[in-house]
C-alpha cells in the first residue's frame, strides 16, 4: 500500500502541483500562523500588517509529512504559538491530525492517536513530540478565516 500511496502522491504533484508556501515576517517574533489549505488567506496574511506580528504564515497540507515538518521546524526555531486556522484539507484532515498529535501523542506503530487521516504515520521520534508538546501552544481556529479573528488571536497571544 505504501509503494502505492507514494506513486499515487508523485502523479499528484505532476497532475496538480501545490505550490508550498511560507511567508516569513517579524523574526522577533515566537507566533506561527498556519492556514491549512486555505491559500487564499495564506496570501491575505501575506500582504498584510499581520506579518510585522508574527514570525511566519505557511499551509500544512498532509497529515504526516507535513507535521514532520512542521514539529522539525518548531523545535529548531523559536515559536511558542501556532494558530491553526483556515479550512483543514479535504480527505487528509491535517489539521484535526496536528491536534490530535498534540493531545495524544503517537502509538509504538508512529501512528498519530485519535486521528480520523488516511495515513497519520509519523518519522518524527516520540522525543521530539515531547518537545514540540512542552514548547508550543497550539490555538484551534480550524475553519476561521476572518482576518479579524486571526488578528485578535495574534493580539492576545
Known amino acids: 500500500m505504501n509503494t502505492l500511496g507514494n506513486a499515487i502522491g508523485k502523479l499528484c504533484k505532476v497532475i496538480l502541483p501545490i505550490n508550498e508556501e511560507v511567508f516569513f515576517g517579524n ?26 506580528k508574527i514570525a511566519l504564515s505557511g499551509r500544512l497540507l498532509s497529515e504526516n509529512k507535513g ?16 494558530i491553526v486556522c483556515g479550512k483543514d484539507v479535504t480527505g487528509h484532515k491535517a489539521g484535526h491530525s496536528l491536534l490530535a498529535l498534540y493531545k495524544n501523542g503517537i502509538d509504538d506503530d508512529k501512528r498519530i492517536i485519535g486521528s480520523h487521516s488516511p495515513d497519520p504515520v509519523l518519522t518524527i521520534t516520540k522525543n521530539e513530540i515531547t518537545t514540540f ?11 476561521e478565516t476572518s482576518m479579524e479573528k486571526i488578528n485578535q488571536a495574534v493580539d492576545s497571544s
Open 27 to 52: 523574526q522577533k517574533s515566537t507566533i506561527a500562523i498556519c492556514t491549512l489549505s486555505s491559500i487564499l488567506l495564506l496570501k491575505e496574511i501575506s500582504k498584510s500588517d499581520m506579518m510585522k
Open 67 to 82: 507535521i514532520d515538518s512542521l514539529v522539525r521546524y518548531v523545535i529548531a526555531n523559536n515559536i511558542d504559538t501556532i
Open 133 to 143: 508538546c512542552n514548547k508550543v501552544k497550539l490555538l484551534d481556529m480550524i475553519g
